[in-house]
């Protein structure tokens, strides 16, 4: 692939910079090799209600992906363990879940002391409770609502 | 004035040990023939997910239902996701719950 050559100097004002859909990344950890935005489709795993109100957004900037949504259960019982899939990419291969991303509450009606943990090589956020313990669907709350804004390496 | 909605596929990857398929899709809005706004969506395919009720502790596998998928992705499923890999992924992600 041929390169431009930007003078030492810096560059002047840019009013756009493209980027392939496909990333080319690369290993010069002061090269900036991504930027995409777009939307994803949350869903809950495992959960036999049917997801309502489901949205997602993201921005992706070299290899940090910020990925916001909104998702609601419905009035059915489920004690699985509340799991959010459909996150725009797959989270980075790590030794421990969580340590490489995870979801910050913005606004929920259901459990009020829920935490969401990236789990690697999965493209999902598991749901526990303020001292680490699984949260199940049931625990979240029968026609509840969070929005939460997850950020992720990849 | 005719308004359109097309998607058209412009990136698949292939992630890590797992073969974890990442799909980027354009949604291109037209007026008439003009492109007036498009919109990248991403999605991603694994094998499987797993998930545990906390109840009774029973963990379920649950397959990913590719039926829907066109012919290209059926075509890089069918190739990558061999026994072994779901096996593999299966009882990796099992190992966490």
Redesign the interface.
């Known amino acids: 692939m041929s390169k431009t050559t930007i003078p030492t100097g810096g560059i002047g004002i840019l009013t756009q910079l493209a980027f392939n859909a496909t990333q080319s990344a690369s290993t010069n950890a002061n090269t900036l090799d991504d930027y995409e935005e777009g939307t994803w489709t949350p869903t809950f795993s495992g959960y036999s209600g049917t997801d309502q109100n489901a949205t997602g957004y993201y921005t992706k900037v070299g290899n940090l992906v910020t990925a916001g949504c909104r998702i609601g259960t419905d009035g059915t019982s489920d004690a699985s363990v509340a799991t959010i899939a459909g996150l725009p990419f797959t989270v980075r291969a790590s030794t421990e879940d969580g340590a490489i991303g995870g979801g910050l509450v913005t606004y929920t009606t259901g459990l009020a002391a829920q935490r969401w943990y990236a789990i690697n090589n999965t493209a999902t956020v598991k749901c526990a409770d303020g001292t680490g313990n699984d949260v199940n669907y049931n625990d979240f709350g029968a026609n509840k609502t969070v929005m939460l804004i997850i950020t992720y390496f990849v | 004035m005719a308004i359109t909605k097309e998607t058209k596929i412009?990136?698949i990857?292939i992630?890590?040990d797992?073969k974890?398929i990442?799909i980027?899709e354009d949604i291109i809005y037209k007026e008439d023939g003009v492109i007036t706004n498009t919109?990248?969506?991403?999605?991603?395919l694994?094998p499987c997910?797993v998930?545990?009720?906390?109840?009774?502790n029973e963990v379920?596998t649950?397959w990913t239902n590719t039926s829907s998928e066109v012919q290209e992705i059926k075509d890089i499923i069918d190739l990558k996701w061999t026994d072994e890999v779901k096996s593999t992924y299966e009882t990796?992600?099992k190992n966490?719950?």
């Open positions: 412009v990136a990857e992630v890590g797992y974890i990442q980027a919109i990248r969506h991403r999605r991603v694994h997910l998930s545990k009720n906390t109840d009774t379920t649950e990796y992600l966490k719950v």
